[in-house]
């Protein structure tokens, strides 16, 4: 089955307000960034997004965030988005934060249709006991809608908090290689969270680097199989080359050393 698309354009076009979004990535590392700037083309709003944090300002998800598009985030923090944290301080935005390997764990549980699971991840904090400002009273004033404590229980003698798999309307992933089945194939940073948030959409959404033909692709090397991607979109080379870097940092190298005979 040939999954490709024309363009993100009409790969996102039925995507309605009101979706809910597993969005790949981390940091900007492998974020669907041309898939995000066509959806934010597009105008859907009241959007759900679950993502490992919800890009930068004026980049990745950050720019559907300044436009007021997002109404509720699942994620494992914050980041360097001054917006992001303004939007929740002030009562704008309701924000889930859930720990990292939780929330990987999370969409991986969703795809597999495991509904829920225990970790020992967050037992005696506000994630076990709930009270996590979930929502602040806008303007300031207190929090208006707090996480509700979990089950806890206890196997081998040790607690465990049970957590709920996700699933969403749609999944935006963005991989480094992909055939026209699907099976992709991801580059470093860009697997941590890429194939989960795929597993954990109904309709999965792939933006690819390099698109080959159907049996380039060696079985062994694929990460994510075709079965979890429904579209598929090719990359121009300005796209493909188009990459943020969220903080750069230049090492200084050491001084020469002068050798004396």
């Known amino acids: 089955m040939d999954k490709v698309s024309p363009s993100a354009a009409e790969a996102v076009a039925d ?19 041309t898939l995000i700037e066509s959806l934010f083309a597009r105008g859907a709003s009241g959007l759900s997004v679950v993502s490992n944090n919800c890009g930068v300002d004026g980049a990745g998800l950050g720019v ?32 889930e934060l859930t720990p990292q390997g939780t929330l990987a764990e999370r969409l991986r549980a969703g795809g597999c249709g495991i509904p829920a699971f225990f970790t020992p991840a967050g037992v005696g904090t506000q994630v076990a006991d709930g009270g996590l400002p979930w929502r602040y009273v806008a303007g300031g004033g207190g929090v208006a809608l707090a996480s509700p404590a979990k089950e806890v229980r206890t196997f081998d ?37 890429n194939p989960l948030a795929a597993m954990a959409g109904r309709i999965t959404i792939a933006e690819v680097e390099e698109l080959v033909e159907p049996g380039v692709l060696d079985p062994d090397e694929i990460h994510l199989p075709g079965v979890f991607v429904q579209r598929v979109v090719e990359l121009t080379p300005a796209q493909a080359t188009d990459k943020n870097i969220e903080r750069r940092t230049i090492s200084v190298p050491p001084a020469r050393r002068t050798v004396h005979a």
């Open 157 to 193: 003698g040790r607690p465990y908090v049970l957590e709920r798999g996700i699933t969403c309307d749609y999944a935006l992933i963005r991989a480094a290689r992909g055939d026209r089945h699907g099976n992709l194939v991801f580059r470093k940073a860009a697997r941590n969270f």
């Open 64 to 95: 559907l965030l300044a436009a007021g598009r997002i109404v509720r985030v699942t994620a494992s923090y914050v980041g360097e988005n001054k917006e992001f944290a303004r939007q929740y301080l002030g009562g704008e935005l309701e924000v």
């Open 15 to 33: 995507i309605p307000d009101g979706a809910s979004l597993a969005v790949g990535g981390f940091g900007l590392s492998g974020i669907p960034t």
